[in-house]
Structures are given as structure tokens and as C-alpha cells.
Antibody
Framework: QLQLQESGPGLVQPSETLSLTCTVS??????????WGWIRQPPGKGLEWIGN???????NYNPSLKSRVTISVDTSKNQFSLKLSSVTAADTAVYYC???????????WGQGTLVTVSS | DIQMTQSPSSLSASVGDRVTITCRAS??????LAWFQQKPGKAPKSLIY???SLQSGVPSKFSGSGSGTDFTLTISSLQPEDFATYYC?????????FGQGTRLEIK
């Protein structure tokens, strides 16, 4: 059974870079029919798609975040990562790592991790 | 970007009721529409994909319909565990976008 687990700091200073890793277990991240991505949810608010990456490293990002986002994949560790630079309080959210089959919606979610941007 | 608009934003209903939530896309998305259920403090759970196909393990009390720009999620015979927030998502084109959510509360 596929499991996704987010890890990373729960507190980030304003203007710094938010870095999260998602470890995939129960399935290979190298499958060419899946994309691996990130979705976030500010406290009490709705869901925002951040972006995704496929096994070969091809990425798609939300234009609203594109200038600050990098998603990468490490097939040797069965992990993928999110970096969001120049963060502000508006980036405070629960960050979910996700999986979706190419041309299909998200079908698997991590449990989510709260990242707070504050000094 | 394709904007997704859900209505209503919140809904009060009783156990045993049948409810319908609507999702409208700003551009046609064929049937590339999914529905998710989210309970407080939990990750969303996939209910429906391709507008009307149930994910494995999802009870048949949930049903979806629509194509193009107008879609609905219907939940029949509400039970206490169905009270949650529901989101639609289009996956026809990037960026993937969600509706703002519909909070279903017990009356």
C-alpha cells in the first residue's frame, strides 16, 4: 500500500527558503505513469495546487508561485522535495505531498505537515 | 487559469437527507473533474474522478454528474460521518485548480 510522508522544519523565518521532503513507501517513484506533487492549505482556507514532477524530472508549477518554487526528485531515495524561496506569513500552511497518475486527479495524499512562517 | 466555483459555500442538513453540491468551471473541462472529502485535521480523500466515476471503496451513496462547465456531487442518506468539507478539482489543464469548498454541517 502506497504511503507518502512529509518531513521538514515546522517553522521558517520570513525571507528564508521553505524545504520539505516527501518519502514514498510501498511503491516506486520511478514509474513513468505517475506525477508527484505538492498541495497546500492555509489554516482555515481552501486547497492550492503548487506543482508536480514526473520520474524524469519534468515539472509543472502554479504560475502564482512559479518564480519561487522548485520541485525535485531523488529516485535513489524514493523521495521528492519542495523548495519555496522568499517566504512570507502568507506561505503559512499545511503542505501535502501527493501522487497523481498522468492526466488523472490526485489519488494519494500524505498526512500533511504544518509550516509556519514567523520570526 | 480555469476558475472553479462551488455552491453553496456552506450547507446545513439532517441525518438521512439527500444533498447536492454544484461546481462550475470558468472554461469547459470535458469530464476532467474530481471531488474530494476533507474532515478536520485530515488530508483530503478522493471520492470521484472523471466527473462520475467512484474511487475504489467509496460507497455508492456518493454520485457525480456533469460535463463541460457544470458538475454536481450528490450525497444520499446522509450519515454523521458524511459531515465534512467537499472540494471539486479540475485536472483538464495546468495549473490544477480547486473550488473554494462546501462545508456540510449537521442541522
Amino acid at each position: 500500500q502506497l504511503q507518502l510522508q512529509e518531513s521538514g522544519p515546522g517553522l521558517v523565518q520570513p525571507s528564508e527558503t521553505l524545504s520539505l521532503t516527501c518519502t514514498v513507501s510501498g511503491g516506486s517513484i520511478s514509474r513513468n505513469d505517475y506525477c508527484w506533487g505538492w498541495i497546500r492549505q492555509p489554516p482555515g482556507k481552501g486547497l492550492e495546487w503548487i506543482g508536480n514532477i514526473n520520474y524524469s524530472g519534468s515539472t509543472n508549477y502554479n504560475p502564482s508561485l512559479k518564480s519561487r518554487v522548485t520541485i525535485s526528485v531523488d529516485t535513489s531515495k524514493n523521495q521528492f522535495s519542495l523548495k519555496l524561496s522568499s517566504v512570507t506569513a502568507a506561505d503559512t500552511a499545511v503542505y501535502y505531498c501527493t501522487r497523481r497518475r498522468v492526466n488523472w486527479p490526485t489519488d494519494s495524499w500524505g498526512q500533511g505537515t504544518l509550516v509556519t512562517v514567523s520570526s | 487559469d480555469i476558475q472553479m466555483t462551488q455552491s453553496p459555500s456552506s450547507l446545513s442538513a439532517s441525518v438521512g437527507d439527500r444533498v447536492t453540491i454544484t461546481c462550475r468551471a470558468s472554461h469547459g473541462i470535458n469530464i476532467y473533474l474530481a471531488w474530494f472529502q476533507q474532515k478536520p485535521g485530515k488530508a483530503p480523500k478522493s471520492l470521484i474522478y472523471a466527473a462520475s466515476s467512484l474511487q475504489s471503496g467509496v460507497p455508492s451513496k456518493f454520485s457525480g454528474s456533469g460535463s463541460g462547465t457544470d458538475f454536481t456531487l450528490t450525497i444520499s442518506s446522509l450519515q454523521p460521518e458524511d459531515f465534512a468539507t467537499y472540494y471539486c478539482q479540475q485536472y483538464q489543464s495546468y495549473p490544477l485548480t480547486f473550488g473554494q469548498g462546501t462545508r456540510l454541517e449537521i442541522k
